[in-house]
């Protein structure tokens, strides 16, 4: 058994050194101990995050790109956008890892361990983490390892709805100018949906340059070169561009699900995905880890519990969330329909809001006003009373 530390952060992803960079910048954690678990070295430049918001983030310094419009496409509906009061950014993940972790090496009290955690759990009043090497204990362990346990209950339990999202994406230079790098394309649905809900999002950092992501929401991902086959045919046939290097590749998975994730149990904290931070319906997680990051530092700093209890507020998108997967996965409307009603009848402040769990009841019922009434009706109904029933409200 190895000294007990007053933190430990297993997983140094998104979750993990968002929690961490946030806690080296208060006072209140100059003396306590601190250690960051991972597999392995954060070293390559294996995905990229986007999101929007107002003011400048707590990682505004290495925000890569932005953008002030965005082109929404689809075959019964495309326009462009002004984001008004809002910015639309591209965070690198190479950059947040070399940021948090240089910044980590100039703490006495933080220590980062390469290994692999092989389990956690509540021994005695502590969180205690085994690797393959050691066992530490704290009084307060923040998980953001996704361990499979979560699959068996989704697999088994027919009231929850679960997809995969998948993208596959290159950053390409072209010999010629092609790209309005002051505006990203945020979807672009002129792609095969045979598959299921299928989009391009094109995201120009130079004249020459841009990161262009092959998306799906399926219940399975594709083979490497279907992936390859649909990127080559958008740019090829949709952009026009015949010569192009592709400079990287990035590649994901992310699941989409209502299943409800545990926020933890005991002494153990569970943040990002594993802790429920991506949003059911669409996928995004870099600001929903941000918020859920902030309130656990205010927590700790007040001396309260770090669980953070889920408001009311949190519930009501789970059900949207909800009803949106029963759509997608019992084929009721294709996803490239639904998102163009959505974008061609609301504005773009507030689908934005509603994407991030930040608009009004009255905003929302505008929202669900503009949907299909015949399709989505039957199926809130339904998710209402079972979830009264349940007690979710």
């Not at 740019?235 to 010569?243: G, H, R, S, T």
């Not at 594993?274 to 319906?281: E, H, N, V």
């Amino acid at each position: 058994m190895q000294q007990q530390y007053d933190y430990i952060i297993t997983g140094a992803g998104c979750a993990g050194l968002s929690l961490l960079y946030r806690m080296m910048q208060q006072p209140f954690f100059s003396n306590k101990k601190i250690l960051l678990i991972d597999k392995q070295q954060k070293n390559r430049n294996d995905r990229t995050w986007c999101f929007w918001e107002k003011q400048p983030g707590v990682f505004e310094k290495i925000v890569h790109y932005r953008w002030k419009q965005i082109d929404f496409y689809s075959n019964e509906f495309s326009s462009r956008y002004d984001l008004a009061s809002y910015e639309y950014k591209m965070i690198r993940g190479i950059d947040l890892y070399e940021t948090v972790l240089n910044e980590a090496k100039r703490y006495s009290n933080v220590t980062v361990i390469y290994d692999e955690v092989q389990s956690i759990s509540n021994q005695q009043g502590l969180a205690l983490v085994s690797t393959g090497k050691d066992r530490f204990p704290a009084p307060y362990l923040f998980n953001s390892i996704l361990f499979d346990d979560w699959k068996h209950q989704v697999t088994q339990n027919k009231s929850i709805h679960f997809l995969l999202q998948h993208f596959k994406g290159w950053l390409i230079e072209t010999d010629k100018d092609h790209f309005n790098e002051r505006i990203a394309t945020f979807m672009d649905f002129r792609v095969n949906q045979n598959r299921g809900t299928a989009f391009i999002y094109v995201l120009p950092v130079a004249p020459n340059k841009a990161l262009i992501e092959y998306t799906l929401f399926t219940e399975n991902v594709l083979e490497s070169n279907e992936y390859n086959e649909e990127l080559n045919r958008y740019i090829n046939e949709v952009l026009n561009i015949d010569k192009f290097s592709v400079l990287h590749e990035e590649y994901g998975i992310i699941p989409m699900t209502d299943h409800k994730f545990s926020k933890g149990e005991g002494r153990i904290i569970n943040i990002g995905t594993a802790g429920g931070q991506t949003k059911g319906s669409s996928g995004y997680t870099f600001q929903f880890i941000q918020k859920h990051s902030e309130k656990i530092i205010e927590a700790l700093i007040q001396g309260k519990n770090p669980a953070i209890t889920q408001a009311f507020a949190a519930k009501r998108y789970r059900l949207y969330d909800s009803i949106f997967l029963k759509v997608l996965t019992g084929k009721k409307m294709q996803g490239d329909k639904l998102f163009s009603l959505l974008f061609k009848k609301n504005p773009t402040e507030t689908i934005l809001k509603f994407l991030d769990n930040e608009s009004s009841f009255k905003e929302e019922l505008k929202i669900m006003n503009t949907m299909p009434a015949g399709i989505f009706m039957p199926i809130a109904i339904q998710k209402i009373a079972t979830q009264l029933i349940g007690g979710l409200f």
